[in-house]
C-alpha cells in the first residue's frame, strides 16, 4: 500500500499495531522459566543461612514450607482460574476484572503494577551491592542507571530476547548451585544439626533477639516472584494450560532447591556463622565466583522479569480505561511489543531508582503482592463455593485450598507488618471507590458479579423463607408502581423518591394495550435508572394488556411468591367516579394479599407546594386495646411510617391532628396522640393539634400544608377522596395497612 501523506502513513501505522499479534510462547520460556528465575532471587543467595541460624533446621523448613505455602495455594487458585478460561493480556489483574470487576480490577491492578516497577528498582539494587563487591570503586548511581538501561534495552527490543538470555541466566543460577552442594565442607561436614534454633537475630539489631514471624517476614518476599509468568498470559500458547504446568512445575523445583539448601546450611556452618555471615553461600562454595555471578544474574534476570511484566499489566488497564489515556498507551508496537507501556513504565522505575533506598517501602509492595494473592484466592473460592455454571476449571481444586490461601495471606500481612498492611489496604480501598464513582464506569464483558451477588440474593431468600417470620423491625417500603404512560412519573418522581429513601425500593410496571412500544420502554428504563442513581434500588418491567386492571391484578398474584415482593401499592385518584369503581378490585385483590396501599392525590393547583409541611390526620381509638392493636384498628401503622420517611426527607414541618366532637374528648384525644408520639418515637418538633367540631369545619382550621397524611376509610369513596382534596386545598395521600408493617417496633 503506497501511502504519499507522512500523516496518513502515521496513522496506517498505528491503526496496524493493535491487530498485530505478539509472539506465543509456551510452557517453559513463558511461565516456568521466568517464575523458576524470579523465586531463586537475592534472598536464595544471602538469607537462608541466616533463616537456617535462627531457626534451626526444622525451624528454618517449617518458615519455608509455611511460606511456600502460600505461593503454592495461590499457584493452585490462578491456575484453576487459567484452566477455566483463556486470558487476555494482564495476567493477575485480567483474572481478578473478569471475575469481580474493573473496579476491584483496578484497585488491585494499579498498585500491582506500581509493585512491579518497584520491584524492578529493588533488583538492581540488588545487583549493585554485589557488583559493588567486586568493583568497589564504582559509583553507585552508575551502575544502577547503566544496568537499569541494559534492562530497559533488552525489554523494549522484545519479550522474546529477554526470554532467550533468561537461558544463560538459567545455566549461571544452575552452575552456582552446583558449585555450592559440591562444597567439600558439605560433604565432609562435622557440624553438630541444630534442629530449633535459639533466634538470636541480626548484626542490625546487635543480635538482641527475634521471632519465628519476624523470620518468616524476611524470607517470604523471596516466593512473591509466582506473578511472572502470569504476566505474560495474553503472549501464551495455551494460557489454560501454560499457566497450570509452568507455574506449579516453578514452585515444585524452588521449594525442593529451598529445602536442600537449608539441608546445605546446617551442614556447613555453626548457627553463629549462619546468623553473621550473609555470604555464606559464597563463602564456602566450590567456586566463589560461580555463585557471585549466579547472584547477579539472579538480580538481573529478576528486575529483567518485572520489567517485562509491569507494562503489561499497565496495558491490560488502558485497554479496559481503568487509567486515564487508555487508547494511547494501550497501542502496540508492530511485533506486537507494548512500547508506550513500557517507556512509562521505565519512567516509574527510574524514579524510584531515585529515591536510592527503598528499604522504607519494601513492606508496601510485598503487601500490594498479598493482597493480589489473597484477592485471587477469594476469586475461586467464591465462584467454587456458589456453583456458578461458567466457572468450569479443567483444573479442579478443593475449596479448602483457596479458603487456607486467602486466611493465610491476611495473616501474613499482619505478621510482615500491621502497619503497612493497614496502608495498602487503606490505597486499594481508595482506588476502588474513586473508580466506583467515575460517571463513565467501564464494564467488562464476562463479569461474574451479577451471579455471584445472585447466588447470594438466592441464598438470602431461601433463609428468609425458611424463616418465615414478619419481622416489623426489618420492614421497609417495595412500592408497585403502575404506569401506563411515562410522563405520570415525571411528577410522582420526586416523592417516590423521597418516601423510599434510602433503603426502599420501587417496582416500576409499565403496562400497555397496544403493542409495545419502544419509547416508551426507553422513557421506563430511564427513569429507572434516574432512580438507581439517587440510590434506590428500581427494577422496570413491561406487560402489555388489554386493561391496566388486568395487568395490575396479575402482577399482584404473581409477585406473592417472589422474595422482594412489594409491599405497597402506588395507586393514583381517578379522575373519574366510573374510573373508581373500576379501582375497587384492586383495592379488594390488594386487601386480600395484604398489600398496603398508597393512595396519591394531586391538587391541580397546589401541586407539592413547598415540599415542606406535612399534616398526619388521626382518629383517636379508645377501648380496652393494646396500642399495637389500635393503630391497625385505626390504619395507621403505614400513615405514620410513611409521613416520618417524608419528614425526615423534606426537613420540614410535622403536624398530628385529630378532630373531636365535643370538649370532654380533647384530654382522652391528647393522651392518645401524647402516646401515638411517645411509642412511634416522633420527634419533638413535631407539633399536636386537637381541632372541636365537625370534620368538614376543622379541616379549614387546620395549618395549611404541602401534603396530608389521610387513612382510607374501610369501605372508601370516591367524594370522600376528591373531598378531602378540595377542603385541604393541598395534595393528599391516602393509607390503607397491609398488616405487616408497624410503627411502634
Known amino acids: 500500500m503506497n501511502i ?74 490462578l491456575s484453576s482460574i487459567a484452566s477455566n478460561t483463556r486470558l487476555e493480556a494482564g495476567g493477575p489483574y485480567a483474572m481478578i476484572a473478569k471475575a469481580l470487576g474493573l473496579e476491584v480490577g483496578g484497585a488491585i491492578g494499579i498498585p500491582l503494577f506500581l509493585s512491579q516497577a518497584c520491584a524492578v528498582a529493588m533488583y538492581i539494587f540488588g545487583f549493585r551491592e554485589g557488583w559493588l563487591s567486586i568493583f568497589p570503586q564504582h559509583s553507585t548511581l552508575l551502575v544502577d542507571l547503566m544496568v537499569f538501561l541494559i534492562v530497559l534495552t533488552i525489554a523494549y527490543i522484545s519479550a522474546g530476547l529477554a526470554f532467550r538470555i533468561q537461558y544463560l541466566v538459567m545455566a549461571l543460577i544452575t552452575i552456582s548451585l552446583i558449585s ?38 524476611v524470607f517470604f518476599p523471596a516466593v512473591t516472584g509466582i506473578m511472572a509468568g502470569v504476566n505474560m498470559s495474553g503472549e501464551l500458547k495455551n494460557s489454560r494450560k501454560n499457566i497450570p504446568r509452568g507455574t506449579l512445575s516453578a514452585i515444585g523445583v524452588s521449594s525442593i532447591v529451598y529445602i536442600s539448601l537449608c539441608w546445605w546450611a546446617v551442614r556447613v556452618a555453626s548457627p553463629e556463622e549462619l546468623v553473621n555471615n550473609y555470604t555464606i553461600m559464597i563463602d564456602r562454595a566450590l567456586w566463589h565466583p560461580a555463585v557471585l555471578a549466579g547472584l547477579l544474574a539472579a538480580t538481573f534476570s529478576a528486575a529483567l522479569s518485572s520489567l517485562v511484566g509491569a507494562p503489561r499489566i499497565l496495558v491490560a488497564l488502558a485497554r479496559d480505561d481503568v487509567i486515564p489515556q487508555g487508547k494511547l498507551i494501550s497501542k502496540l508496537s508492530t511485533n506486537g511489543e507494548p512500547r508506550r507501556g513500557l517507556l512509562i513504565s521505565s519512567l516509574f522505575v527510574l524514579g524510584a531508582l531515585m529515591v536510592r533506598d527503598l528499604n522504607a517501602i519494601a513492606p508496601l509492595i510485598t503487601m500490594f503482592f498479598l493482597i493480589t494473592y489473597a484477592t485471587l484466592n477469594l476469586v475461586v473460592l467464591l465462584e467454587s463455593q456458589l456453583g456458578l455454571m461458567n466457572f468450569r476449571p479443567t483444573f479442579k481444586i478443593p475449596s479448602i485450598i483457596p479458603f487456607y490461601g486467602f486466611s493465610s495471606c491476611l495473616l501474613a500481612m499482619l505478621v510482615i507488618d500491621p502497619r ?40 438470602a431468600a431461601k433463609k428468609v423463607i425458611e424463616i418465615d417470620v414478619n419481622n416489623y423491625r426489618a420492614w421497609r417500603p417495595t412500592l408497585l408502581v403502575p404506569v401506563e404512560h411515562w410522563s405520570q412519573l415525571l411528577g410522582e418522581f420526586r416523592l417516590l423518591l423521597d418516601v423510599c429513601l434510602p433503603e426502599g425500593s420501587i417496582q416500576l410496571l409499565g403496562l400497555t394495550g397496544e403493542e409495545l412500544d419502544s419509547n416508551f420502554s426507553y422513557q421506563i428504563k430511564k427513569l429507572a435508572a434516574a432512580f438507581r442513581r439517587r440510590g434506590i434500588f428500581t427494577t422496570f418491567s413491561l406487560l402489555k394488556f388489554q386493561t391496566p386492571l388486568e395487568g395490575i391484578l396479575v402482577i399482584l398474584q404473581s409477585s406473592q411468591s417472589t422474595f422482594f415482593r412489594p409491599n405497597i401499592l402506588f395507586l393514583r385518584v381517578p379522575e373519574q367516579a366510573t374510573d373508581w369503581e ?92 401524647e402516646e401515638l408520639r411517645d411509642l412511634c418515637r416522633i420527634p419533638n418538633q413535631a407539633k399536636t393539634f386537637v381541632l372541636v367540631g365537625k370534620f368538614e369545619d376543622c379541616i379549614t382550621q387546620a395549618p395549611q400544608s404541602d401534603m396530608n397524611f389521610i387513612g382510607l376509610p374501610q369501605k372508601p369513596n370516591f367524594d370522600f377522596v376528591y373531598h378531602m382534596l378540595d377542603l385541604t386545598g393541598s395534595s393528599c395521600l391516602f393509607f390503607r395497612d397491609s398488616s405487616n408493617e408497624s410503627a411502634i417496633a
Open 4 to 77: 504519499k501523506n507522512p500523516l496518513a502513513k502515521l496513522k496506517a501505522i498505528f491503526s496496524q499495531s493493535n491487530s498485530v499479534k505478539p509472539k506465543s510462547y509456551n510452557t517453559f520460556e513463558g511461565v516456568f522459566k521466568p517464575t523458576l528465575l524470579t523465586i531463586l532471587g537475592a534472598i536464595m543467595y544471602l538469607r537462608v543461612g541466616w533463616v537456617v541460624g535462627n531457626a534451626g533446621l526444622l525451624g528454618g523448613m517449617l518458615v519455608i514450607f509455611a511460606a511456600l505455602s502460600i505461593t503454592l495455594a495461590t499457584g493452585l487458585s
Open 180 to 217: 555450592i552442594f559440591a562444597s567439600t565442607t558439605f560433604w565432609e561436614s562435622q557440624q553438630t544439626l541444630v534442629l530449633l534454633g535459639n533466634f538470636p537475630g541480626s548484626p542490625e539489631n546487635q543480635f538482641t533477639g527475634t521471632t519465628f514471624w519476624e523470620v518468616f517476614a
Open 420 to 459: 503497612f498492611s493497614f496502608i495498602a489496604t487503606i490505597i486499594v480501598l481508595a482506588i476502588y471507590f474513586q473508580l466506583v464513582k467515575r460517571p463513565d464506569n467501564p464494564k467488562i464483558a464476562g463479569d461474574v458479579r451479577s451471579g455471584i451477588f445472585e447466588a447470594i440474593a438466592q441464598w
Open 582 to 673: 373500576q379501582m375497587q378490585p384492586i383495592l379488594a385483590e390488594a386487601k386480600r394479599l395484604e398489600v398496603g396501599v398508597m393512595l396519591f392525590g394531586l391538587h391541580p393547583l397546589a401541586g407539592m407546594g413547598r415540599m415542606e409541611i406535612i399534616n398526619v390526620w388521626l382518629t383517636p381509638q379508645t377501648g380496652e386495646l393494646s396500642f399495637f392493636e389500635k393503630l391497625q384498628q385505626g390504619n395507621l401503622n403505614l400513615t405514620m411510617l410513611m409521613a416520618l420517611r417524608l419528614y425526615r426527607s423534606w426537613q420540614g414541618s410535622l403536624h398530628l391532628i385529630t378532630v373531636v366532637s365535643s370538649t370532654e374528648e380533647v384530654k382522652p384525644a391528647q393522651q392518645y396522640i
